[in-house]
């Protein structure tokens, strides 16, 4: 695998030399100034490019070209995008930098309610914790309906912890949920974020399904003559949220993805702490059916629990068999080695995703949620012994 780290931008408070003192050799990065549906240039991505190797490390992925959300609903203006879109890519594979990450989620991109969680060691992590954003979706935003997603037991817990929560403890949490977290594209108010909902749920599940392959099946051509390798990131979290409709979730979608579109540039991230986030995603068993098209590798764990909710645990102590899981991307590399030869062998990036917020970073107002240095430091340092043991496991049987 190749070893990579997610950097925001010059703006980002975390330098290129400290990523590479890191141990990284690749960046995960996007043009975040460019507005979503607007074109990339090639000056663009060749100027960052640059940026990138004038500190000894190589731009592996692109993370990510926003998909516009009149896409997504195939409304307004979607054709013009759909056609920025195509020439971004090809834009991108011409410039070298062939692989890009993209999700297609509607109206809210990964979703946590606390992004301090205190762990028994004081390192604070980011949570998911489904009363409070069924409080949230019940209660503060009102949504019609809100109440048939949520079992009783729940609606119960979220009426107790909404009564209980002081006016900034409910500002606190309307911010996390729809003010857009690193890396997630926009954010709303609570009137415009309503009618967002009511435009998706509209669609249904089939018929967002839908609008996803027509997508695909128009890009996708484009991407494979110029040779980039498009790999959809999975649903965070992966089921339903204010009742939208959710399509990259479980393999069962997975497969439907890959057989709506059968190009090998139409891929898939393989996020573990996103598939993982359901107890019913093999996470070792999808890499060996999906192996051929998985082209890009987010490693992150999680504690999940009953309800739905789940936080983000140490890299190597979570729900997800993280060792079976670098094993089986691992024997994906030495099959393509095997029937490719190592000169023209993809390797698998992989970056370790999100990081507890340590001691020395709690007080810094530039760190972003999920994305501090020393917790991600000490995720890849963690993951980078478990590839080398694992590796060395797999030469000697």
Known sequence: MIETWRWFGPSDSIS??????????????????????????????????????SHGLTWEVIESIPVHNNIKTRTGNYQQLIENYKQSVVNAAECGVPTICYNFMPVVDWTRTNLMYKLPNNSHALRFEMTDFAAYDIFMLEREGAKTSYSKEVIEKAERSFAAMSDEAKNALEKNIIAGLPGGEGSYTRDSIRSAIEEFIALGTEGFRDNLFAFLNEVIPHAEKAGARMCIHPDDPPFSLFGLPRVVSTAEDARKLLAACPSP???????????GARGDNDLVGMVNEFGSRVYFVHLRNVIRESDGSFYESDHLDGDNDMVGLVQAILSEEKRRETEQGS???IRIPMRPDHGHLLDDELNDKNVKPGYGYTGRLKGLAELRGVIHAVGAFMQVR
Do not use: D
């Not at 960046?27 to 000056?43: A, C």
């Open 16 to 53: 290129l030399q400290r990523i590479r003192q890191a141990g990284a050799s690749g960046i995960v990065t996007s043009l975040h100034e460019v507005p979503t549906g607007n074109l990339w240039t090639k000056e663009a991505i060749l100027e960052r490019k640059a940026l990138i190797e």
């Open 265 to 275: 540039a139409n891929g898939l991230t393989m996020c573990a702490g996103s598939y």
């Open 343 to 345: 000169e023209n062998l």
